[in-house]
């Protein structure tokens, strides 16, 4: 079993010399986004260029129809608010990078046999997080380690982020924690789409991580994903197992990592974020159906919110595209995920797999996000890599470290 172990992780079951290039920048991508340099966008693009060069033909499918209007509009909505901000242009130009990167890489991995291509994932996602967790412990190490044992407020979490000692992944808390959440969970569930195996060292791995992250998105989305995970493809014996440990953790889970006593504190991330969604409610007919604006967001926020931290969004993916582009905007961008699930049912796996791949993604999604990051960006493109690897046959799944 070592050995085995051994060779699925450090030894290719091909020659290195068989990769093809395109698969190196796919593996690039996902490192240039937890980079310090935002070099991102180049990188994107080339990997774009490459995933072009191998197709031979550009089919079009109906989501990539709807995510081409959403692109669109705000193009649209841009041109007509454009009021000199630099921020709105590199907002514009990460959307724009972030969805012909996930045209081009999805119609890729559907044409192809990802094979050698999701053991390289597989290896760049561990050295990914290795990076992560050396961070993270420089991070509390500079602290002495005071925050270890929890935080009591969002507040007092961020304080660990220390910018002078970040030099991987992310500075925000927020963000940081949800794409440990955004990555991870397609790391855990790689054995499971390879050898119909849960592997118990992957989930507590990434929920080690996100715990250091001192951030409540990667927790919550992970105990969701982790939750249907060994619900849907394990025994009974295992789901009676899974709900007397959820029981047992879960006055843990609501008082250190939740933090559910400051929940609607004016200092507290989830606080923000009901005062962000009860300004958008209460002052819904000074939105205009045809949506405020591209980036309009914060101009609301300040006007109408109790009070006001500096978001580019409302935090919810679906409020903030209602807001800044309308009916037009929330109905392509509902579309486009809509169709892109029901492409991703044609790739054969069962629809309880593709539950548990789409739940964890719109939980984060209904609290954080404008909708054109490339966290969502690289979370649907290793979906589909994950999805276009075999079949989940009805053989039972086995668990082990």
Not at 99 to 115: C, E, H
Not at 192 to 210: D, G
Not at 264 to 284: C, E, H, P, Q
Request: some cysteine; charged content about 15%; proline content about 4%.
């Amino acid at each position: 079993m070592k050995d085995k172990a051994t060779h699925s992780l450090i030894r290719p079951p091909f020659a290195w010399s068989d990769l093809r290039p395109s698969e190196v920048m796919f593996c690039l991508c996902l490192f240039s986004i937890f980079l310090p340099v935002k070099a991102y966008p180049i990188i994107l693009i080339i990997s774009a260029f490459f995933f072009y060069r191998e197709l031979e033909r550009l089919p079009v499918q109906t989501w990539q129809v709807w995510l081409g209007i959403y692109s669109l509009y705000a193009v649209l909505s841009f041109l007509f608010f454009y009021d000199g901000e630099v921020a709105m242009v590199i907002n514009l130009v990460k959307l724009l990078i972030n969805f012909a990167f996930l045209y081009f890489a999805v119609t890729w991995l559907q044409s192809r046999d990802n094979t050698h291509l999701l053991w390289i994932v597989n290896l760049s996602l561990l050295l990914i997080f290795l990076l992560v967790f050396i961070q993270l412990i420089v991070y509390h190490q500079a602290i002495d380690f005071r925050l270890l044992y929890g935080s009591s407020s969002s507040g007092q979490a961020s304080s660990l982020y220390n910018k002078s000692l970040y030099f991987w992944g992310l500075d925000d808390k927020n963000m940081f924690g949800a794409r440990i959440a955004m990555l991870g969970f397609p790391f855990v569930l790689i054995p499971l789409v390879r050898e119909r195996k849960i592997s118990w060292w992957r989930i507590c791995f990434i929920f080690l991580l996100a715990y250091l992250s001192l951030s409540r998105t990667p927790i919550v989305a992970l105990l969701i994903g982790v939750f249907l995970l060994i619900w849907l493809f394990t025994s009974t014996r295992w789901r009676i197992i899974l709900v007397f440990f959820m029981v047992l953790v879960l006055p843990f889970v609501l008082d250190k990592l939740v933090r559910v006593d400051n929940l609607t504190a004016s200092n507290d991330g989830m606080g923000i974020r009901l005062v962000y969604w009860k300004a958008f409610f209460n002052n819904f007919q000074e939105i205009s159906p045809l949506g405020n604006g591209f980036m309009q967001a914060p101009a609301f926020l300040r006007e109408y919110a109790d009070f006001y931290r500096g978001e580019p969004h409302i935090h919810n993916t679906f409020l903030t595209s209602y807001l800044e582009l309308g009916v037009v905007g929330l109905t392509a961008f509902i579309l486009f995920l809509a169709f892109f699930y029901r492409n991703c049912l044609e790739l054969g796996r069962p629809q309880k797999f593709w539950w548990m791949v789409f739940i964890p993604l719109l939980s984060i999604m209904m609290i954080l996000y404008s909708g054109y990051d490339n966290d969502i960006v690289m979370y649907l493109s290793l979906a589909t890599l994950l999805g276009s690897i075999g079949g989940l046959e009805d053989k039972t799944t086995r668990m082990g470290i």
